[in-house]
């Protein structure tokens, strides 16, 4: 496997990062993760959008234009000989001194790995997901917002080890305010009385799969509606569904021990996990 490291492309074994590196040291960094699919990079541009804005909002300069770093993940790709991949672009503050001033890091780094990635949740697609709401909260909108794609996920990690104690496949984040969030690694909606809902992106990543399932949405003529939720409307939903980069669509069928509508996988859901794998087998960047 070979990555891209600053400019070069490096064997796995090979490509490292300097215990200096802000991105190591302080999570100081930024990064995407993005998937090909039949040697297609499905929404590229939107991708390499929100990892420039990432970069912008904690104020670190991407050493490369977007066409250039577009080029390095195709590239990677190519290098890779990668179909059907996982991609993982970051960019590091990089290396500094022991002090968390970016003052000192004249040189952000830039990598690039990618790797062969198939159905994250295996048959999972099929008998859904169960999901355990967490005491962890997703930050609101402030200095680090949840917009902010950073290397610091230690907010997700804490989600994530809650919901594994419990025994459940994904975490639910709600805000300190209470309204519904987002998964660990993965936005939610969900369904009640044929309408779909999913809260606004103050609260959560800006999902490039959430979009994308709201176009799909409306392209089925399914009404879609996005409001605040809270608790209550995920507990009685008739359909819950996550959307995400990795996990694509997949249904939760339990969530903290209750069963969503009958406990299967339902109608929206299905036509949403459907009209996912079309678009993403069918369109994309070669
Ligand atoms: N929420 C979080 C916290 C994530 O890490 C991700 C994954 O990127 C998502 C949501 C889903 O976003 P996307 O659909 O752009 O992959």
Known sequence: LLIYCNGEYVHKSKASVSVF?????????????????NGRVFKLKEHLDRLYDSAKAIALDIPMSKEEMSEAVLETLRKN??????????VTRGVGDLGLDPRKCPKPGVFIIAQYWG??????????????????????????SPNIKSLNYLNNILAKIEANAKGGDEAIFFDSNGYLSEGSGDNIFIIKNGKVYTPPTINNLKGITRATAIELLEEMNIPISVENLGMFDLYTADEIFVTGTAAEAAPLVKVDGRAIGNGKPGPVTKKMIKAFEVITQNTGTP
């Not at 000989?81 to 970051?90: G, N, S």
């Not at 949740?121 to 680090?144: C, H, P």
């Open 21 to 37: 590196d802000h991105g190591f040291l302080y999570g100081d960094g930024v990064f995407e993760g993005i998937r090909a699919y």
């Open 81 to 90: 000989d990668l179909r059907d991949a996982y991609i993982r672009p970051l």
């Open 119 to 144: 159905a994250m949740y295996g048959d999972l697609y099929e008998t859904g997901l169960t999901g355990v709401t967490v005491s962890v909260r997703r930050n609101a909108a402030d200095a680090l």
